[in-house]
């Protein structure tokens, strides 16, 4: 699996968009790119995946870029309980594709 | 989404001896199920895979006669602690999944914390 590289850490205001970078510029032709998100002491939460196509659900927006190589995930209204560490993984679809789990980014959303 | 349980959602034991945690989906079949570990302020390590009826595949340096993993039917498996050390104290997460699915996301459990005095 491809890996990805993301900033440790961002801030956001509160009530303000929230645009999470991810680079995977090693990402093969059938690997989507999945973001999932982790509140303290919780197991994680998906958000959204997508190929190549920008995705959008209740939840989040994902941007790719043309290349695949890097995304962006996007918060539209940050609130508090957005406060998380937020993991960008790309895996094949199917069940050959584990979830390898990085860093992520520590998203901390401030009043 | 999903919903996935975990039993106990904590537990403390002694050294020496042996923890089971269980791993439910709710309201789903699940055709897979992963084992995650998670030590405070780190990110989580898979530790194996299990497909229904299975044996399961463990990842490298993950001890398979220490951490017994069963998934007996399609909704639960089972992580079997042998023989716990303060070492093996971490967040143990399961995830399950649906191959059948068009979707196959994973879903999460909520975590089970093992203390090992």
């Known amino acids: 699996d491809a890996k990805t590289t993301q900033p440790p850490s961002m801030d956001c205001a509160e009530g303000r968009a929230a645009n999470l970078p991810c680079n995977h510029s090693?990402?093969?032709?059938?690997?989507?790119v999945y973001w999932y998100r982790q509140i303290h002491s919780q197991g994680p939460q998906y958000i959204i995946h997508?190929?190549?196509n920008n995705e959008t659900n209740e939840m989040a927006s994902l941007i790719i870029t043309e290349d695949r190589k890097s995304s962006t995930l996007i918060l539209p209204h940050a609130t508090l309980r957005d406060t998380a560490v937020y993991y960008c993984?790309?895996?094949?679809?199917?069940?050959?594709?584990?979830?390898?789990f990085g860093q992520g980014t520590t998203l901390q959303v401030k009043p | 989404g999903a919903v996935v349980s975990q039993h106990p959602s904590r537990v403390i034991c002694k050294s020496g001896t042996s923890v089971k945690i269980e791993c439910r989906s709710l309201?789903?079949?699940?055709?897979?199920m992963f084992w995650y570990r998670q030590f405070p302020k780190q990110s989580l390590m898979l530790m194996a895979t299990?497909?229904?009826?299975?044996?399961?595949?463990?990842e490298q340096g993950v001890e398979k006669d220490k951490f017994l993993i069963n998934h007996a039917s399609l909704t639960l498996s089972t992580l079997t602690v042998t023989s716990a050390h303060p070492e093996d104290s971490s967040f143990y997460i399961c995830?399950?999944?649906?191959?059948?699915?068009?979707?196959?996301?994973?879903?999460f459990g909520p975590g089970t914390r093992l203390t090992v005095l």
């Open positions: 299990s497909n229904e009826g299975s044996k399961a595949t463990y």
């Open positions: 309201d789903f079949q699940a055709t897979t």
């Open positions: 995830s399950a999944t649906d191959w059948t699915q068009s979707y196959n996301e994973q879903f």
């Open positions: 997508g190929l190549k």
């Open positions: 993984i790309v895996r094949v679809s199917g069940n050959t594709g584990k979830l390898i």
């Open positions: 090693t990402i093969s032709g059938n690997e989507y």
